[in-house]
C-alpha cells in the first residue's frame, strides 16, 4: 500500500498521461514536487523550456510572474497555477505605474527588467532577464546606462560585473528571503561549521555575502558550480530547496544550505495535493490579457535573441 504522499504522486503521474500534460517545476519547490515534475530548472531554463513545449496542458510548481510568463509564451495552451496566491514580494515593487515614471524621467535609458517583475510591468520593458543572463544581455545591448530593477542587489552586482550605468528602479527593491536571511551572520554561522566548503551564492544576495562567496550565479548555475568545482563541500547561499536538488545531482557532495530556515513561503505554497487538484479540475487557470501577453511575449523573444 503507498503511503498518502507516494499515493497522490502516483494519481498525479495518472492524469498527466491521461490530460496530456507536463509539470513545469522551479528549483525551490518542495522535493515531492521536483520529483514528480518532468522538468525542474531556474528561470531562464523555465522560459526556454516553455517554449517547446509538447502538450496540451502545463502545470507550472512556482510563482505567479514564473506561471504567467509560462501563458505568455503559450496563449494557446491550458496553464494551470495550483496555487495563485503564490507571488513574489520582490516582483511587487515595480509596477507598472513606476516604470512609467523611470521612463519618462530617463527616456534614452532602455528599461531592462528581472524576470521576477509584475507582468504588466514587463509589457512596458525593452528587455527581460532572469539572474543568469543579466550581466550579458546589459553587456550586449552597447548602452551607457540602463534602467534596471527591480532587484537592487541584482542591479549591483550587474553594474559590478559589467561597468554599465546601472539606474535601479526603485533603488530598494529586495527579495526578502536574500536581503535578511541570506546575510552576513549565516553566512559566518555557515563557515564556523565547514571552514573548508566553497561558497555559491545567488545574485539577489546582499553585497557583504556576495563578497565572500567564491561563486555568484542563478540557481541552476550554482547547481552546475556544484558539479564543476573541483571541492568536497559547499554552501548555498539561496532559498534552502536548492540544496535538495543539488544533493540528488551530486550524491558524492557535500551541500549545505547557507541558512536552513531561509524558505521562500510563496514557492512552497504548491504542494502535489493542490497539483492533483489542478489536473482533475483544469483550475485554476492562467488568463492574461491578449495584448499584454502578446507585449510580454514580444519582449522574452528580442531578449532570448541577444542573448543568442
Ligand atoms: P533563478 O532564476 O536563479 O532560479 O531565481 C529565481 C528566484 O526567484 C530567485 O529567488
Ligand atoms: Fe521571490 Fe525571493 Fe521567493 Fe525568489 S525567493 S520567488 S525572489 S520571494
Known amino acids: 500500500m503507498p503511503g498518502y504522499v507516494e499515493g497522490l504522486l502516483e494519481r498525479i503521474r495518472e492524469l498527466k498521461r491521461q490530460r496530456r500534460a507536463v509539470i513545469l517545476a522551479h528549483n525551490y519547490q518542495l522535493p515531492e514536487v521536483q520529483d514528480v515534475a518532468d522538468f525542474v530548472g531556474d528561470s531562464l531554463e523555465l522560459a526556454r523550456k516553455a517554449m517547446n513545449v509538447d502538450a496540451d496542458v502545463i502545470v507550472f510548481a512556482g510563482v505567479s510572474f514564473m506561471a504567467e510568463m509560462v501563458a505568455a509564451l503559450n496563449p494557446d495552451k491550458v496553464v494551470l497555477h495550483p496555487d495563485p496566491t503564490a507571488g513574489c514580494p520582490l516582483a511587487d515593487f515595480a509596477t507598472p505605474q513606476l516604470v512609467r515614471r523611470y521612463k519618462e524621467k530617463h527616456p534614452q535609458a532602455p528599461v531592462v527588467l528581472y524576470v521576477n517583475s509584475l507582468t504588466a510591468a514587463k509589457a512596458l520593458a525593452d528587455y527581460v532577464v532572469t539572474s543568469s543572463s543579466a550581466a550579458r544581455l546589459i553587456s550586449r545591448i552597447g548602452a551607457e546606462e540602463v534602467l534596471f530593477g527591480p532587484d537592487s542587489n541584482l542591479a549591483d552586482h550587474v553594474q559590478r560585473s559589467t561597468g554599465v550605468r546601472v539606474i535601479p528602479l526603485p533603488g530598494h527593491g529586495h527579495c526578502p528571503v536574500h536581503q535578511y536571511l541570506i546575510d552576513e551572520y549565516h553566512l559566518m554561522k555557515a563557515l564556523d561549521e565547514h571552514p573548508n ?31 564543476e568545482m573541483d571541492a568536497e563541500e559547499f554552501i548555498l547561499g539561496t532559498e534552502e530547496g536548492l540544496a535538495y536538488r543539488a544533493r540528488r545531482l551530486y550524491p558524492n557532495k557535500r551541500v549545505y544550505p547557507l541558512n536552513p530556515r531561509a524558505i521562500c513561503i510563496d514557492m512552497k505554497k504548491i504542494t502535489p495535493l493542490k497539483i492533483l487538484r489542478s489536473l482533475e479540475t483544469l483550475k485554476p487557470r492562467v488568463t492574461l490579457d491578449p495584448e499584454v501577453s502578446r507585449r510580454v511575449r514580444e519582449v522574452i523573444e528580442r531578449s532570448l535573441q541577444l542573448l543568442g
Open 197 to 227: 566548503a566553497k561558497v555559491l551564492v545567488h545574485p539577489e544576495a546582499p553585497r557583504e555575502v556576495r563578497e565572500r562567496a567564491d561563486f555568484i550565479g542563478s540557481t541552476s548555475q550554482m547547481l552546475r558550480a556544484v558539479g
